[in-house]
């Protein structure tokens, strides 16, 4: 028989090996549950945008291979080549939350659409989400980036959402409210419901944007002033094209 | 961006000039400084009619931007030669509507519906 004092420290030695080997295999647990959710929220985010798993892809071996295609000729999501150039690197992920609401909105920005860009042309994007996802500082602003994933909505439906508020998302005036006061239309009229839909946030911020900048195709200035001169059905045309070019309303 | 006299320049500093205008706007964009796009506008518009003006109209020493990186220079230089390339310049926004450039691709499907109602006539 041996001793005891030889003995207690080899049983000490087992349970510690059983210890770190459980926990060895906790981690291993935890690792394959965030590379789950990692994935979900890819595919999520993917799907949100119109992601279609059953979507051709061009085989390998080809110079686009592995990019989706319409499967006919001149997909419209191939990358590089004639079709554009191939999608940027994703925008740099701030590791503080940024000291002005300039910068914080320009990465909401910048991120929101490289993931749109990247998702509609099946450009790696789990890296960027996983890095994306551990920054709490984002956490009360990834709404907006989120939102701007939605895939194009009917009118019924934007229109339907205006009496659900959520974060990330704005009401948004279809023929746009100030200018149609201006020129003398009621407030019955511009805030009617058909006049109003819910849209996300930033996608409502580009369209005021456009409204706002000098345009080429009316004459070298603003839709704004471009539709000064029109009646109610004119502005309300521009409105829903606007959110047919945004993506945000289904043609 | 500086103030300059466009008859004493090449048509290569002018498609320079044109390129180095659309990067700001983009960064304009991005700031939303709309204020800022809109002189810029003007500037750029300066330069289209300095290049249409030369001889044989040397609007087309802009196609090769449609290649470029920045989506708003693509965009740019595809409704500047909408009445010198139809086709390809169509092409060219039909490709940042497709890739969905934002905020490029708005103005690119806009333009593409003006120009088929007849509201956008490129000369």
Redo the contacts between chains.
């Keep these: 028989m041996r001793p005891r004092e030889l003995i207690e420290p080899r049983e000490k030695i087992h349970r510690m090996l059983d210890h770190i080997r459980w926990y060895i295999h906790e981690l291993k647990w935890r690792n394959a549950c965030l590379d789950f959710e990692i994935a979900a929220r890819r595919f999520h985010l993917a799907t949100k945008a119109g992601y279609n798993p059953s979507q051709p892809r061009v085989p390998t071996g080809n110079p686009d291979g592995g990019q989706w295609t319409s499967g006919a000729q001149g997909g419209?999501?191939s990358i590089g080549h004639?079709?554009?150039?191939p999608l940027?690197d994703p925008p740099e992920i701030p590791k503080q939350e940024p000291s002005s609401a300039?910068e914080r909105?320009?990465f909401l920005?910048?991120a929101a659409?490289w993931l749109?860009?990247a998702i509609?042309?099946g450009g790696p994007v789990g890296a960027f989400v996983a890095a994306y996802e551990a920054m709490s500082w984002l956490d009360t602003d990834r709404p907006f980036i989120e939102a701007y994933q939605d895939p194009p909505k009917t009118l019924d439906e934007l229109q339907e959402a205006v009496t659900s508020p959520q974060r990330g998302y704005n009401i948004h005036h279809i023929v746009e409210q100030t200018p149609a006061e201006l020129d003398g239309f009621p407030r019955s009229m511009i805030d009617a419901p058909d006049n109003l839909v819910r849209i996300p946030a930033l996608k409502h911020?580009?369209?005021n944007?456009?409204y706002?900048?000098?345009?080429?195709?009316?004459d070298?200035v603003?839709?704004r002033a471009y539709v000064r001169d029109k009646d109610w059905s004119g502005r309300t045309r521009v409105g829903l094209?606007?959110l047919?070019?945004?993506?945000v309303l289904k043609p | 961006m500086k103030q300059v006299k466009l008859r004493d320049m090449s048509v290569d500093q002018l498609v320079e000039r044109f390129t180095a205008i659309a990067l700001e706007q983009d960064e304009a964009?991005?700031?939303?400084d709309?204020a800022k796009?809109?002189r810029l506008?003007?500037l750029m518009?300066a330069v289209k009619e300095e290049l249409k003006a030369r001889d044989s109209d040397q609007r087309r020493a802009l196609i090769p931007l449609y290649?470029?990186?920045n989506a708003q220079v693509?965009l740019k230089a595809a409704?500047?030669t909408l009445a010198v390339a139809p086709e390809a310049a169509r092409?060219v926004l039909q490709?940042?509507?497709?890739?969905?450039?934002?905020?490029q691709?708005?103005?690119?499907?806009?333009?593409i519906?003006?120009l088929d109602r007849g509201?956008?006539k490129?000369t």
């Design positions: 419209a999501a004639n079709q554009g150039p940027e300039k909105n320009n920005k910048a659409r749109a860009r509609r042309m911020w580009e369209i944007r456009w706002e900048t000098k345009n080429e195709n009316y070298q603003t839709p094209d606007a047919i070019e945004s993506g | 964009l991005l700031n939303d709309i796009f809109n506008f003007d518009e290649n470029h990186r693509r409704k500047a092409q490709s940042i509507s497709d890739r969905a450039e934002f905020p691709a708005l103005d690119a499907g806009m333009t519906k003006a509201i956008f490129p």
